[in-house]
């Protein structure tokens, strides 16, 4: 049995539209995961069910052996850390971590103990004695990771903790996350809407929308092998274009031209999909590949580290980043060559 279960939840505001429909979620003891997905798709829902903010409608909730559904928020154990650091201004680092300790009437030298090992834990130490406007904004996000942390919760929850952040800090700060996170051995849940943050940091990553769960697997597989059209589009698949089953590992694009991959897919007709980064060029003077499709440059833009280019195929227009220098030029003939190994089938 899993340490945390989610089961057919169904949170609805007005008893009519679904915000989260039949969602299951499981996790393992001191597991990462995110919930991935874009604004309005429900990670954020899914995030205050578990919190006690909100009783689903239907569904189970449960962490170990104890069912939690409808055990208030103030009841559950759990370390919150959200986009605002929600940090007492007239506290200083010390006071500000000890807080939740204080309130559950820890006696004070278990509040010293606990707060100076977390202080240690989370590089915090030497800034005990300041108070939040004399910190940077990593250190102040630091701060509220270790307040959340000192209670020793069953769960810790992160609700876009670094959106607040510039791009250089949300890197390090990432990085921090997840070195405390293994150190202690806490069970996460990260959300996110930003990929990049979500893969360097999960060990699973349930990609979300519209209420439901789309594919929830290890960031190296979603990034490999998206389940759905949605979740190849959210991570970045540009191309996309119908198939025609014609056997186990051969398919036909719309003007019949035969393409071969090593994935299958159960039905008929299915779509097939490519990032720009693995789709090859090839002159058009040169003999004709296998899986090519004969094409002429529309669009040439320079990328820094490469060129991308819109291609005008029969199948319709594909996207190609290409690293050769100095590349192709608008209305040039090429082949573009589908690697079927690169090929997904959604």
Same mark, same amino acid.
């Given at each position: 049995m899993s340490f945390v279960d989610l089961k057919n939840i169904r949170v609805s505001y007005d008893g009519k539209n679904n915000i989260l429909k039949e969602l299951n979620l499981s996790m393992e003891k001191g597991e990462l995961i995110s919930l991935l997905g874009p604004s309005g798709c429900g990670k954020t829902t899914t995030l205050r069910v578990i919190a006690g903010l909100i009783e689903p409608n239907d569904g189970t909730f449960t962490v170990g052996d104890s069912n939690l559904t409808k055990v208030?928020?103030?009841?559950?154990?759990?370390?919150?850390?959200?986009?605002?650091?929600?940090?007492?201004?007239?506290l200083t680092?010390?006071?500000?971590?000890?807080?939740?300790?204080?309130?559950?009437?820890?006696? @004070?030298?278990?509040?010293?103990?606990?707060? !100076?090992?977390?202080?240690? /834990?989370?590089? $915090?130490?030497?800034?005990?004695?300041?108070?939040? @406007?004399?910190?940077?904004?990593?250190?102040? !996000?630091?701060?509220?990771? /270790?307040?959340? $942390?000192?209670?020793e919760p069953q769960l810790l929850l992160l609700d876009e903790p670094l959106s607040n952040l510039d791009a250089k800090l949300r890197i390090s700060m990432r990085i921090e996350i997840k070195r405390i996170q293994r150190k202690l051995g806490i069970t996460t849940v990260f959300v996110t809407h930003d990929q990049e943050e979500c893969f360097s940091i999960s060990d699973k990553v349930a990609v979300m929308n519209n209420g439901v769960i789309e594919q929830y697997d290890s960031p190296e597989e979603i990034y490999k092998n998206p389940k759905t059209e949605f979740v190849a589009r959210f991570i970045g698949f540009e191309n996309f274009f119908a198939l025609t089953k014609q056997d186990t590992h051969t398919y036909t694009t719309s003007d019949g031209t035969l393409i071969e991959t090593v994935h299958s897919a159960g039905r008929q007709q299915t779509t097939g999909?490519?990032?720009?980064?693995?789709?090859?060029?090839?002159?058009?003077?040169?003999?004709?590949?296998?899986?090519?499709?004969?094409?002429?440059?529309?669009?040439?833009?320079?990328?820094?580290?490469?060129?991308?280019?819109?291609?005008?195929?029969?199948?319709?227009?594909?996207?190609?980043?290409?690293?050769?220098?100095?590349?192709?030029q608008v209305g040039d003939k090429v082949f573009v060559v589908i690697p079927k190994e690169k090929l997904i089938l959604v």
């Open positions: 208030p928020v103030h009841k559950r154990n759990f370390g919150m850390v959200f986009q605002s650091y929600a940090l007492f201004p007239h680092v010390r006071e500000n971590v000890g807080f939740g300790l204080k309130l559950r009437k820890e006696k @004070k030298e278990v509040i010293e103990k606990k707060v !100076q090992a977390i202080l240690e /834990a989370t590089d $915090l130490s030497h800034y005990a004695e300041r108070y939040p @406007k004399q910190l940077s904004g990593g250190q102040r !996000q630091r701060v509220a990771l /270790a307040r959340a $942390l000192v209670i999909t490519i990032r720009p980064d693995d789709i090859l060029l090839s002159a058009h003077d040169q003999e004709i590949p296998s899986n090519s499709l004969a094409g002429t440059i529309r669009v040439r833009t320079f990328l820094g580290k490469s060129y991308q280019y819109e291609v005008e195929t029969s199948i319709g227009k594909l996207l190609v980043n290409d690293v050769q220098v100095p590349g192709y």
